[in-house]
């Protein structure tokens, strides 16, 4: 007997329920551990490269806890299986919802609203070097899908911005054509790797990074099972050169060292073991007695995330990094987990094994430097405040090719190198920077002037950052001479990607009252006596709701009253500052503007 197929024709409203529904329970057997492979088997072990982060899920939810609504984005659908939708966004020109918009941050991009209505997307530049023509592709793909220009920021990388949704996926695959790449840049991964921007060229250095920065990070972008940790996880490399990397500001920094002999392992250079650093939680990474061959600095790294990977807090987000790990367990307990999975004790050496590491030189980011190659040197370009044009990376290509090596470094200082420039080059080199509008000298002032992207990219930022440092800058530059390195960062949130905790002068964004009736406007507040390497140590309050029309002053007054005050012409600003309190700093400000206004 033939039996006819029954035709229903649902109404769209039907259609659109019965998706939704269906929708559901597929997550619902996502979230039971029941999707792809485990499919019809109940409570089953979850197998695939998610599997880790699934079993630190459960645990949190048999404790009666609740997932932080990031982890149920991840659980319920993961990013990288979800580039079907993003296409289709970007055909729609469609912006993307709230669980879209922390997915596509493993793709590098983040949909900045209310901020702008649009994408920013940052790359993965490993130990921050790139070739010329990589920097002038970059520059045409700016010119034709996003805003004219790109910032470099602080973990020396790029960043893109003014992103519609339609150019999305065009702008990450047109990355991917320049052998470049955003994948994992954003959200719950292991960010950009950073290291020695002098990386064998620099005539100090114990050791060349570039090995074991690209190393780290090809193992992480060949391994999904290192995406989608507790929070965002940071690695750096220093090699001991001339320019600071701030290792000490990450979660895990590998410090190149020198080991004497006779202390029972092989002398030379290793690199030291720091973990824990987050200084926007005002702690730096900590260092102990280990000691790891460079060799074995991925398989380190590798373990330690391992390890933060189940039991990282996936609760509060707050929570959620490793210092937070280090804290509630102590290191010791940590660490011996990390030698457990190595399956190897770690290798230890008391303080006085290890030489002091060659002195950074706070200007060696700005203008020409010899290279430990005989008759080369690298330049360091200063842009302002990372932002540099399309021509302008055009013309630092052409610049670097012609006249260089080549290679375009960035730094975590927001400026970048040309390195490999001939004794006979320099000065051609030079007159070509400054006709497409740049400069290799800056003033102290300048030179280290940092700011975020601030309010006018970003949705979290309370103030106009990079507006308000260049105002600090333009205001001070030509009434307060400087003669003495000077740091002075501007964050837009406690979030603190301008470091503003480890600076000279720091300035974080708030909401100013300035009165009842009146909306709040912005401002800061503003710490002295930060300091990273060496002089490690998170800055001092001196002034709290300091409005940002006044904050240019405020800085004035401050480094006219170190220059009265300071104890010798030698004497740095943060040392100045360190031997003050908040109070006596504030009392010296003001009694310089009272002298001024006197003489006026």
């Given at each position: ?241 001339k320019i600071a990397v701030l290792e000490d500001t990450n979660d895990i920094a590998f ?219 333009d205001w001070c530059e030509p009434r307060v001479n400087i003669d003495t390195p000077l ?52 800055g001092q309050e001196v002034y709290h709701d300091l409005k940002a029309e006044d904050a ?49």
């Amino acid at each position: 007997m033939k039996i006819e197929t029954l035709t229903v024709d649902f109404t769209d409203e039907q259609k659109r329920y019965l998706e939704g529904f269906t929708t559901g329970l597929q997550i619902s057997r996502v979230g039971r551990g029941l999707g792809g492979g485990n499919a019809g088997k109940a409570n089953a072990e979850p197998i695939g490269p998610d599997a880790a982060h699934i079993k630190a899920q459960d645990k949190v939810t048999a404790a009666g806890k609740k997932l932080a609504d990031q982890e149920k984005f991840k659980r319920e659908e993961h990013p990288f299986d979800a580039y079907p939708r993003l296409k289709q966004q970007a055909l729609d020109n469609a912006p993307p919802n709230p669980a879209d918009n922390f997915r596509w941050r493993y793709y590098g991009l983040f949909y900045v609203a209310p901020a702008q209505d649009s994408y920013m997307c940052r790359l993965r530049i490993p130990n921050g070097i790139l070739k010329h023509w990589q920097f002038a592709g970059l520059a045409d793909l700016a010119e034709k899908l996003c805003g004219p220009f790109c910032h470099v920021t602080t973990r020396a990388n790029l960043q893109v911005r003014e992103i519609p949704p339609k150019h999305a996926v065009a702008l990450i695959e047109g990355i991917q054509d320049l052998g470049l790449c955003s994948r994992g840049t954003g959200a719950d991964n292991i960010r950009n790797v950073t290291g020695t921007p002098t990386a064998g060229i620099d005539p100090q250095e114990l050791l060349d990074t570039r090995e074991y920065a690209r190393e780290w990070h090809y193992h992480i972008l060949n391994d999904r099972s290192l995406y989608g940790l507790p929070r965002k996880f940071n690695v750096a490399f220093d090699g001991a050169g001339k320019i600071a990397v701030l290792e000490d500001t990450n979660d895990i920094a590998f410090s190149a060292v020198e080991v004497k002999d006779a202390f029972g392992v092989e002398p030379g250079v290793w690199f030291r073991l720091g973990l824990g650093g987050i200084t926007g939680h005002k702690d730096f990474a900590k260092y102990g007695d280990i000691i790891v061959k460079p060799a074995d600095a991925t398989k380190v790294s590798d373990a330690i995330v391992r390890i933060f990977i189940d039991l990282g807090d996936r609760t509060n987000r707050n929570k959620a990094r490793l210092k937070y790990v280090l804290d509630g367990m102590g290191h010791d307990k940590f660490l011996a987990l990390v030698e457990e999975r190595l399956g190897q004790p770690f290798t230890r050496v008391p303080p006085e094994a290890l030489s002091p590491r060659p002195a950074f030189d706070r200007m060696a980011h700005i203008g020409v430097h010899k290279q430990k190659q005989e008759g080369l040197n690298w330049i360091g370009v200063s842009l302002p405040l990372g932002k540099v044009t399309c021509d302008q990376m055009r013309g630092l290509a052409r610049i670097a090719q012609d006249l260089g090596d080549g290679d375009i470094r960035l730094t975590v200082w927001q400026n970048l190198l040309i390195p490999g420039v001939s004794d006979a080059n320099v000065e051609l080199a030079i007159a070509a920077i400054r006709k497409i509008g740049l400069a290799v000298e800056a003033s102290q002032i300048r030179a280290g002037l940092i700011a975020c992207t601030g309010n006018a990219g970003c949705r979290f930022a309370a103030s106009n950052t990079k507006r308000h440092a260049a105002e600090i800058g333009d205001w001070c530059e030509p009434r307060v001479n400087i003669d003495t390195p000077l740091n002075i960062h501007v964050t837009g949130c406690h979030h603190s990607c301008a470091q503003h905790y480890i600076s000279d002068i720091g300035l974080i964004a708030a909401k100013v009252d300035v009165g009842e009736d009146v909306d709040p406007v912005e401002g800061y507040h503003l710490f002295t006596g930060g300091g990273f390497g060496p002089d490690a140590d998170v800055g001092q309050e001196v002034y709290h709701d300091l409005k940002a029309e006044d904050a240019p002053q405020t800085v004035e007054r401050l480094l006219k009253a170190y220059l009265a005050h300071r104890s010798s012409p030698q004497e740095t600003f943060l040392t100045f500052a360190r031997r003050h309190d908040g109070e006596t700093l504030r009392k010296l400000a003001d009694a310089q503007v009272a002298e001024t206004q006197v003489s006026l």
